[in-house]
């Protein structure tokens, strides 16, 4: 249950980009296109993974004085570790990204868990914690690039796939691909759009605590009235 | 060693560790890969320069190219003594006159001798650290029409390198963005058909290389990448001077 919670806290309650505000320079950056977004957060992942594992691995041979250099090099050879593999596996991905796999390094959410998190944790935990915060910024960025994407240009790009209409991995949306809303597109687009999800994200406890109170409402209502039945049948 | 000492050195000790570790990692994987990114890039030239020859035209192998000036002891201590043949010992000391603190290339060039002296630089392996990096010689029916050259711009997210087609008066023909880190919105600028527009047909320094030089609906199009602009710029102007030094139409 404990694993749980330490995975789906960076999901929800403690999302990178729309409650902590972390990593926002690559979600302003890569969240186009729909397809560069879901490649940032599946590397940004996997080198928040491996730093995790790592620095809370050596979190006791890590000396406190010189923990911050240290964990930049971990981090610093993960995201080479993952720019070589993407430009020789995923050439196309890694030039599309161009240097924004690079700037991973110095990506908040990493070096934030690290110090936050793995330096205090144990492996395991360190690895849900990462897998929720890397599964929290994709989803996040994911949905930030289907905005912009949809709305600022008309088309939602996934990889190709064998369905017609998807061959090229470009789906048109009528209506939009002619006349965008091209601020979403530009930065100043996506700040907005962050800041109405941001808002929404503010509001999910209230809307929560509001259905809750509704739900015990409601329950209350037909406790009382399945009473008032029995007590009818009674007479 | 006194007890301050030992609390410098363990730190020290454990953060070269964990960088050598690293070091290690991070030579596996580039030892891996290397081969498979080599491919990639050689795949993607191929398709530009296919992209930049017009029917009829024949490409030559890529030949490197020679410096505009090479500084007087690399030349005497690191070119010189690696060439065996007196011919080509010759033909650089026809070329290559010596100055205060360089040797300076003697322009023009007689046609045949630009080849040669390309391939003299490329069998001597010859890094050249001007922009102009490599050449390709367009011929048609046997005949010297245009160069391609591949030549190294500045960009905001490292070194770019952009094909550029030149005809032997200095006119840029047609030019390419190649390998770039450039952000995806600057690359998608750069990559945008009609970008290239600007620079064909001009020469020298009338290529622009600065915003003011271009129309308002030029700037508006490099508006947000304009590092990126610049860094192409100044590359195709480089290659330009190259071509006007060497063929003499400066």
């Known amino acids: 249950m404990k694993g749980l919670k330490e995975f789906t806290k960076g999901i929800l309650h403690e999302n990178p980009t729309f409650v902590i505000i972390l990593g926002l320079c690559p979600t302003l950056a890569v969240s186009t296109k729909l397809i560069f977004a879901l490649g940032m957060g599946v590397a940004a992942t996997f080198v928040l993974l491996c730093s995790n594992v790592f620095i809370s691995l050596l979190k006791g041979y890590i000396p406190e004085k010189v923990r911050i250099p240290s964990y930049i090099v971990i981090i610093a050879s993960f995201v080479t570790v993952v720019d070589l593999l993407m430009q020789a596996f995923a050439w196309e991905l890694s030039k599309s990204l161009g240097v924004f796999v690079p700037l991973i390094v110095v990506n908040c959410i990493i070096l934030g868990r690290a110090e936050a998190f793995a330096n205090k944790n144990t492996v395991s935990a360190a690895i849900l914690d990462a897998l929720g915060m890397g599964v929290g910024f994709?989803?996040?960025?994911?949905?930030?690039?289907?905005?912009?994407?949809?709305?600022?240009?008309?088309?939602?790009?996934?990889?190709?796939?064998?369905?017609?209409?998807?061959?090229?991995?470009?789906?048109?949306?009528?209506?939009?691909?002619?006349?965008?809303?091209?601020?979403?597109?530009?930065?100043a687009g996506a700040?907005?759009?962050?800041?109405?999800?941001?808002?929404?994200?503010?509001?999910?406890?209230?809307?929560?605590?509001?259905?809750?109170?509704?739900?015990?409402?409601?329950?209350?209502?037909?406790?009382?009235?399945?009473?008032?039945?029995?007590?009818?049948?009674?007479? | 060693m006194n007890q301050a000492l030992r609390e410098l050195f363990k730190p020290a000790l454990r953060l070269f560790s964990i960088c050598a570790l690293a070091a290690l990692v991070l030579g596996a994987v580039f030892e891996l890969t290397k081969d498979m990114i080599l491919h990639?890039?050689?795949?993607?030239?191929?398709?530009?320069?296919?992209?930049l020859t017009?029917?009829?035209?024949?490409?030559?192998?890529?030949?490197?190219?020679?410096?505009?000036?090479?500084?007087?002891?690399?030349?005497?201590?690191?070119?010189?003594?690696?060439?065996?043949?007196d011919k080509a010992r010759e033909l650089l000391h026809k070329y290559y006159l010596p100055e205060i603190d360089s040797y300076r290339l003697r322009t023009p060039l007689v046609v045949e001798d630009i080849q040669k002296l390309m391939q003299l630089f490329t069998e001597l392996d010859f890094e050249n650290r001007e922009p102009v990096r490599g050449c390709y010689l367009?011929?048609?029916?046997?005949?010297?029409?245009?160069?391609?050259?591949?030549?190294?711009?500045?960009?905001?997210?490292?070194?770019?390198?952009?094909?550029?087609?030149?005809?032997?008066?200095?006119?840029v023909r047609q030019a390419v963005l190649t390998q770039n880190r450039e952000s995806?919105?600057?690359r998608k600028k750069?990559?945008?058909?009609?970008?290239?527009?600007?620079?064909?047909?001009?020469?020298?320094?009338?290529?622009?290389?600065?915003?003011?030089?271009?129309?308002?609906?030029?700037?508006?199009?490099?508006?947000?990448a304009s590092v990126t602009?610049?860094?192409?710029?100044?590359?195709?102007?480089?290659?330009?001077?190259?071509?006007l030094a060497v063929e003499g139409n400066e």
């Open chain 1, 138 to 187: 994709t989803l996040a960025l994911s949905l930030i690039a289907l905005i912009r994407e949809a709305l600022g240009g008309g088309t939602i790009t996934f990889l190709a796939l064998p369905i017609p209409g998807l061959e090229d991995g470009v789906l048109e949306l009528p209506g939009l691909v002619t006349s965008p809303i091209a601020i979403f597109v530009a930065p």
């Open chain 1, 191 to 235: 700040l907005l759009l962050i800041g109405l999800l941001k808002g929404f994200f503010n509001l999910l406890p209230e809307i929560k605590a509001k259905f809750e109170h509704t739900l015990k409402r409601v329950f209350k209502r037909t406790s009382q009235t399945e009473e008032m039945l029995k007590g009818d049948e009674g007479l």
């Open chain 2, 40 to 51: 990639n890039q050689q795949a993607e030239e191929r398709q530009a320069l296919q992209r």
């Open chain 2, 54 to 85: 017009q029917d009829g035209e024949k490409l030559s192998e890529r030949l490197k190219v020679m410096p505009l000036a090479i500084g007087k002891a690399e030349f005497e201590e690191q070119l010189l003594p690696r060439i065996s043949s």
């Open chain 2, 138 to 171: 367009v011929k048609q029916e046997q005949e010297l029409i245009a160069y391609v050259l591949e030549v190294a711009g500045s960009g905001f997210g490292g070194e770019m390198k952009i094909f550029v087609v030149l005809t032997r008066d200095g006119k």
């Open chain 2, 184 to 186: 995806p919105a600057q």
């Open chain 2, 190 to 224: 750069a990559e945008a058909e009609g970008y290239m527009d600007k620079f064909i047909g001009r020469r020298g320094m009338s290529i622009p290389t600065i915003k003011s030089m271009l129309t308002q609906a030029e700037a508006d199009a490099v508006s947000g």
């Open chain 2, 229 to 243: 602009f610049m860094g192409i710029a100044q590359a195709i102007r480089a290659a330009s001077l190259w071509v």
